[in-house]
T-cell receptor, first 111, second 111 residues
Framework: SQKIEQNSEALNIQEGKTATLTCNYT??????LQWYRQDPGRGPVFLLL?????KEKRKERLKVTFDTTLKQSLFHITASQPADSATYLC??????????FGTGTRLTVIP | NAGVTQTPKFQVLKTGQSMTLQCAQD?????MSWYRQDPGMGLRLIHY???????DQGEVPNGYNVSRSTTEDFPLRLLSAAPSQTSVYFC??????????FGPGTRLLVL
């Protein structure tokens, strides 16, 4: 069956360090992989999209890698800040624009 | 632009009651979708639409109906509410092949 796993439910890191979140998938051949941020009581907000033929994408302090051989994406936040504390969701796009989500990793950045 | 709007924000229903969750977008997006989010399950696709007059089922469509008579609106109908439908519901829209914009969500409690 198809599965999208995010490595841990919760991750605590010290302010200023790099946070690394993992997304693994099985039985998908996604055209795109996306990362979203979700704050409590709010809808997900798009952060980055990476296509199957791209290895890496950056946006300010964020970096995403995509390894279709390992079926894995890594999401990095460098120089993390308490304001980065949120739940981060990875999502695969398959079919007619449909997204399939992992369960998310709740990141807490400790001052 | 208001983006994606959802009403109501919160609703309590009794088992067997019916209701409609409203979703509207003002970005002229072809694609609209409904997700439900449950603890430990992630976001799951209920129904989606790639344009006015076209709808299709997602992963968990049972107990829900949709219609798309205009580009802007995509209501989700619960025909006979069940406690298993207690969840947070998110509507999303996008241009085809592009990132999705999510609404703020509707919290539904079925007693």
């Amino acid at each position: 069956s198809q599965k999208i796993e995010q490595n841990s439910e919760a991750l605590n890191i010290q302010e200023g360090k790099t946070a690394t979140l993992t997304c693994n998938y099985t039985n998908y051949s996604p055209a795109y992989l996306q990362w979203y941020r979700q704050d409590p009581g709010r809808g997900p907000v798009f952060l980055l999209l990476i296509r199957e033929n791209e290895k890496e994408k950056r946006k300010e302090r964020l970096k995403v890698t995509f390894d279709t051989t390992l079926k894995q994406s890594l999401f990095h936040i460098t120089a993390s800040q308490p304001a980065d504390s949120a739940t981060y969701l990875c999502a695969l796009m398959a079919g007619a624009n449909n997204l399939f989500f992992g369960t998310g990793t709740r990141l807490t950045v400790i001052p | 632009n208001a983006g994606v709007t959802q009403t109501p924000k919160f609703q309590v229903l009794k088992t067997g009651q019916s209701m409609t969750l409203q979703c509207a977008q003002d970005m002229n997006h072809e694609y609209m979708s409904w997700y439900r989010q449950d603890p430990g399950m992630g976001l799951r696709l209920i129904h989606y639409s790639v344009g006015a007059g076209i709808t299709d089922q997602g992963e968990v469509p049972n107990g829900y109906n949709v219609s798309r008579s205009t580009t802007e609106d995509f209501p989700l109908r619960l025909l006979s509410a069940a406690p298993s439908q207690t969840s947070v519901y998110f509507c999303a829209s996008s241009s085809l092949g592009e990132t999705q914009y999510f609404g703020p969500g509707t919290r539904l409690l079925v007693l």
